[in-house]
């Protein structure tokens, strides 16, 4: 609003200049209301004594006739007879000398271009500045924006999924409230507090609750707005900004991606790395200096703490390191019940189930996760989200769109089929498996495929007997399609990588084979990480029995898995089926045909099936089972 008045003052002020300087130019109403007339045809009047009187001012000329008229002309020469032809004819006339500028005119005209060069080079400046916020010298100027309790709103109810992180930033909350319950037994508030996690696990939405819950101004900025091309700017911006903190003390300073500007020093030699040093040393200062801050609290975030220089990190500056990781399942199931508060929720959703069938998702990805439902339910044209748009947007978000464009052959869709059937009794029949949730032949991203395993809880460590299970659940589809379509795909080339990858970290690094005992026979993935040549640590003999024992475990789970679709091929047979009509079957059906009944009607309605088609599908792609 200020800016707004200073903007339409200065436009005044210039209006009423020009204003001014115009009107000095005036003929000050001398010439209005007569009537133009040649040169020629004036002497004619004045000699045919129709002139009566005249004013003549430099080579204007304004006259009155013997009828009452006002006529005006102009000369562009010295007309020597003029005034002759004036006396002969009796005509009264006056010589006026032209009126001298102002001095404002002069002032104006002298200045003028002087004054517009100025003006474009504020114009400039302010353009380089980023629009012009602060006026043109404002480099150094702070580009925090700051929230008062009227427009940040969110506090810890907005907030799920990361409790013990709230728990260590709840005392944060008390001492802006009340600092003196702290310092009158000598307590000490952090002067920072950097929240550490991956991205999309609620950083910035935990520092805006701590600042809502607590009622008091919140300073955001990016560590990237400290820098520019200009060396000794960002150090401007951070002493800018701590003294605007200052005034608004108690308050939260939050800078979000602090990595951009607090990596080591000393990595880099000129450029804009010394502005980057600057900037670090100057935040140093600030935050453990010679001047107390009182009251203003530091949060930063970021998920590169290890780039992260140490001076930034020892006690004094930022004293505590809060985690933020990725929510569990008791997390994920708090997460989705706060953004399902926006949406319109069918009574068939299930947040609990949903949670345990999505292990690793931060809460960005549960809200876009959320989003997404809704967005299925408005094109199906729904009042409701339900239960099935929740699903349809996990798998979209895991697998990718349905390519329902997708031409495939019935040969294709059957051997799809009972591939998937393959995994899924398998995984039924195994004591220790995760429970099978959904198995699709619908074809998503680059599978045909998919089996969908649920856990029950997070998984902790890995176990010796659930591994085991998980390679012959891997082994069930190949299985499958040689049983009974006597032939072999391509589409289980992804289940035989998974499992070879899982039985050799077995034998090599988790020490899980009798044969070869606890010994670690392969290269850490620290050493991979780091780019380190990887050594050669075995001899071949120990080489050739590391492989051999690899082999064994590989195939005694393929033959348990043999063995038990060989033992249960009419449930195979009654899966396939369902597959092939339905193209989704959920657990309840699984577990009728698992109990051999006949599986009950899809929830949501009949899909139509496909048209089979003698064209090719153009390649094939590996099936995939779900991770669990």
Not at 76 to 97: A, E, I, P, S, W
Not at 111 to 124: A, E, N, Q, S
Not at 515 to 541: H, I, N, P, W
Not at 581 to 608: C, F, H
Request: hydrophobic share 40%.
């Amino acid at each position: 609003m200020n800016n707004m008045f200073s903007k339409a003052a200065i436009w005044v002020v210039i209006a009423l200049v020009l204003f001014t300087v115009f009107k000095q130019f005036d003929a000050k109403g001398l010439s209005s209301g007569a009537a133009p007339m040649a040169y020629s045809e004036f002497i004619n009047e004045v000699k045919a004594g129709h002139i009566s009187d005249a004013v003549i001012e430099d080579r204007n000329i304004i006259a009155n006739t013997s009828d009452g008229k006002k006529v005006k002309t102009s000369t562009t020469f010295l007309d020597r007879g003029l005034v002759g032809d004036l006396l002969n004819n009796n005509v009264k006339f006056d010589v006026k000398q032209p009126e001298e500028p102002s001095f404002l005119s002069q002032i104006f005209i002298s200045w003028f271009p002087m004054i517009l060069l100025l003006g474009v080079w504020i114009f400039f400046m302010r353009q380089m500045q980023g629009g012009g916020k602060g006026g043109a010298f404002s480099f150094g100027k702070s580009k925090a924006r700051m929230l008062d309790e009227t427009t940040n709103t969110v506090t810890f109810a907005d907030v799920a999924g990361c409790d013990e992180a709230k728990d260590e930033v709840s005392e944060i909350v008390d001492f802006l409230r009340d600092p003196t319950k702290f310092q009158k037994l000598g307590g000490r508030i952090p002067h920072g507090v950097l929240m550490v996690g991956p991205p999309g696990t609620g950083k910035t939405l935990l520092a805006r609750a701590i600042a809502g819950e607590a009622k008091v101004p919140f300073f955001t900025i990016s560590g990237s707005d400290f820098v520019e091309m200009f060396v000794g700017v960002g150090a401007s911006r951070v002493r800018d900004m701590f003294e605007n903190a200052k005034k608004h003390s108690p308050c939260i300073i939050f800078i979000d991606e602090i990595d951009a500007v607090g990596r080591h020093r000393g990595a880099g030699m000129g450029g804009g790395n010394d502005e980057r040093e600057q900037t670090l040393n100057q935040m140093l200062v600030e935050m453990d200096g010679f001047e107390v801050n009182s009251g203003v609290i530091v949060i930063a975030a970021t998920n590169r703490a290890d780039v992260l220089d140490k001076a930034l990190l020892r006690p004094g500056r930022f004293d505590r390191q809060v985690v933020v990781g990725l929510p569990d399942i008791r997390g994920r199931e708090q997460i989705l019940n706060v953004h399902m508060r926006k949406v319109p929720i069918s009574t068939d959703v299930k947040a609990d189930i949903l949670a345990r069938g999505t292990p690793g998702f931060s809460g960005a990805d549960l809200a876009n996760l959320v989003n997404e439902a809704a967005l299925f339910a408005a094109r199906r044209t729904k009042r409701l989200v339900e239960m099935q748009d929740f699903e349809d947007a996990k798998d979209k978000i895991v697998m990718g769109p349905e390519r329902k464009s997708a031409v495939m052959r019935e040969e294709e869709r059957r051997n799809t089929a009972y591939h998937e059937s393959g995994h899924a009794v398998v995984a039924k029949l195994l004591p220790k498996a995760d429970p099978v949730h959904k198995v699709t032949i619908m074809p998503r991203g680059f599978a045909l495929g998919l089996t969908w395993q649920l856990p029950e809880h997070d998984r902790v460590n890995m176990y010796k007997d659930k591994m085991l299970e998980e390679i012959a659940i891997l082994f069930g589809g190949r299985i499958s399609e040689e049983i009974f379509m006597h032939q072999m795909s391509t589409g289980a080339s992804n289940d035989f990588e998974r499992a070879t990858k899982l039985a050799r970290a077995m034998v090599t690094r988790y020490g899980m084979s009798e044969t070869l005992g606890t010994m670690v026979y392969e290269d850490t993935e620290q050493d991979a990480y780091f780019g380190r040549m990887a050594a050669k640590t075995v001899s071949e003999a120990t080489q050739q029995k590391v492989d051999a024992e690899i082999r064994s475990i590989l195939d005694q789970q393929y033959a348990l898995s043999r063995s038990l679709l060989e033992e249960n091929r009419d449930k195979v047979e009654a899966m396939t089926k369902a597959l092939l009509d339905w193209e989704t079957i959920d657990a309840d059906q699984i577990n009728d045909i698992m109990e051999g009944l006949s599986p009950r009607l899809p929830k949501y309605g009949i899909p139509v099936k496909k048209t089979p088609t003698d064209s090719s599908s153009g390649g094939v792609s590996p099936t995939a089972t779900a991770p669990a």
